[in-house]
Every structure is written in C-alpha cells, then in structure tokens.
C-alpha cells in the first residue's frame, strides 16, 4: 500500500509521518497528551490500555478513554481481555463510538490485577487464545497489532520467535515487543538487543519499546531494523523527546522544539495543563502535570525550586500562577 502523503511511510498498514510513536500509558495518554505529542511530532499516539469487557458497559469514564473524532490521526486503540470473544465485542463497542487507525491487542502488561484476569502478558503463556484474539479482530478490516514482552531466556530466542510467529500467521500485521519479561515488570533494563534480533528476524513488522530516554536510544532500536519507536516514560521525562528524536533522524523540525527556552517549555506545560482540566478534569491534569514537571526543566537555575512549589498546588490556577511565573523569569540554563 502507498501512502497518499508523499512524505509519510506505512508501518503496519497505518500512514504515519514518522516512525517515532506515543506509546500507551495507563492514566497519561489521554485525549489532551495524545493530541500534546501529536503537535510535537509523534507519528501516532495510543489511547490508554482500555478493557473490552469493561466497554460493554459503555460508561462515561469509558467514553473519555476512547476519546473523539476530533483529535489527530491516526491512534490506535490498545484493548486488553481474557479471550478472543471478549476482544471482538469490545472493539465492535469501541468502533460504534468512532474511529481507529489501527486496532492493538495488550499482551505485555505485567501487573497481577491485568494478568490474573487472564489478559495482559498472561497470554505470553497462551499462545492458542492469544492467536485466536487476533484472528477476531481481522475482520473489522483494520490493521490488528499486538503489544508483548521477550520472554524468559531459556538458552534460545525460540520461545518469544515462536510466539511472534504464531501472531504473525493469526493476521498481526505489527508487533509492539517491549524488552523486559513479564517478571521484570518496569524494573531492570530493557533488553533491545533482543528487540532487535526479533526485527531481524521478522524484517518490517517489529516496532520497539523499552527504555528510550533519549535520541540516540531510538536511532539504535531503528538502526536494528526495528520500524518504530514507542515513547513512554521517556515522554512523561521529557516533553521535547519526540522532536529532538525527529530531528536527529534529519526531519524538519522548529528550533522552538528542539532547543525550547524556559519560557517555551512553561508555556507548553500550561497549554497542556489548561486543556487537561477542560477536557480531563483538574484532579487527573495536576497528577499528569507534577509527573511532567520532575524532568521538564531540568539543567536549569530553579528547577527544584519551580517543582516543589508545583507540588504544593493544590488546584489548577495555582499551578498555572507558578509556570507563568517560570515564563516570565526566564531562568538561565546550567551551563
């Protein structure tokens, strides 16, 4: 398939304009930080990990997660679930809301309350369900992706090549590895070797996550062979990762991006924060926004300083009042 902008690529049957991904993000990737790393170049952004049995009841919480029409393309939808009718019914439900680039299957999650429910990186162990929730999802005549984990070295690459395999003869047309096993869950490192043995291996279907922090973490993943990069944490570290990912891999970018003042990164922040409180309410906004804060101004006189007084707001215009504050100073980099 060619894509109909001359300057974008197809990964994964989806069109994108850069390789460099928002990954998805329990309680982060909401509509608002979607369309934030939109703007900041990513190619394509994930709702939130979202349950296909919780969207048969369709409630205004589950609505939120899916977010609207009027946000950028493409997202993919990430649903999670115990089996492969559970997985069909959920996004029959979700794409009656509105509609999807991509349609992504969560086989990585490690923690106990997502994978004692049999979804999540349980399905690591099943990979018969896991093959059938993929063949489930084929017919709604999007491309079907599927999030995982490298599993447990056992002397070969053989267990997590077959289990790629097997997705990948189910009608995956991408695979999501992230390089920790499920019993690491987020601690450790991240094995990209592994992630790039596997792109090798399956050349043009492998996109990678797994500890990209910085630029040249994402160059390595994608001088592997790997066809993407998903952004995570690193995002929540750094606002700018995106674009200054983009511009090492030689696309244009503004100098705004790339080498953002104090006042450009706080006025940023409060375009994300005033947004976030309309569309998100102010209690999930301030959470999001203290997160962000602890690496966005870092390298600069004040930034401890700028923290904890974030910190202790305990309402929107509080927070506000501060970053205005930090625009208005315009601190001086550490250097």
Known sequence: MTPKNPDATMIGGVEVSSPIWLAPLAGVTTRTFRSFHARMGAGLVHTE?????????????????????????????QLFGPDADSMARGAELALGERRFDALEIN???????????????????????????????????????????VTPRNGSEAG????????????????LVHGRTPAQRYEGTADKDRVR???????????????????????????????????????????????????ALGRGVPER?????VADRAMA??????????????????????????????GYYGAAAVRNACAACRDWPCMESVLSGVADAQCAPLR
């Open 49 to 77: 990990m979202i349950s296909a049995v919780g969207l048969t009841y369709m409630n205004k919480k589950t609505r939120r997660l899916l977010g609207d029409e009027g946000e950028s393309d493409p997202v993919a939808l």
């Open 107 to 149: 086989m990585a999650c490690p923690m106990p309350k997502v994978t004692k429910r049999g979804a999540g990186a349980s399905l690591l162990g099943r990979p018969d369900e896991a093959r059938r929730m993929v063949s489930s999802l084929t017919g709604f005549g999007l491309p079907v992706w599927a999030k995982l984990r």
């Open 160 to 175: 997590t090549e077959e289990f790629a395999r097997g997705l990948l003869a189910a009608g995956a047309a991408l695979l």
């Open 197 to 247: 043995s596997l792109a090798a291996r399956f050349p043009g279907l492998i996109a990678a996550s797994g500890d990209y922090y910085a630029p040249q973490d994402a160059l390595y993943y994608l001088d592997g062979g790997c066809v993407a990069v998903l952004a995570a944490r690193g995002a929540l570290r750094d606002a700018y990762l995106i674009p200054r990912t983009n511009a």
């Open 257 to 261: 991006l790339t080498d953002p003042t």
């Open 269 to 298: 922040l409060i375009s994300l924060g005033r947004q976030g409180v309309a569309d998100e309410g102010e209690r999930l906004t301030l959470a999001l926004m203290r997160r962000m804060l602890s690496g966005a101004f870092k």
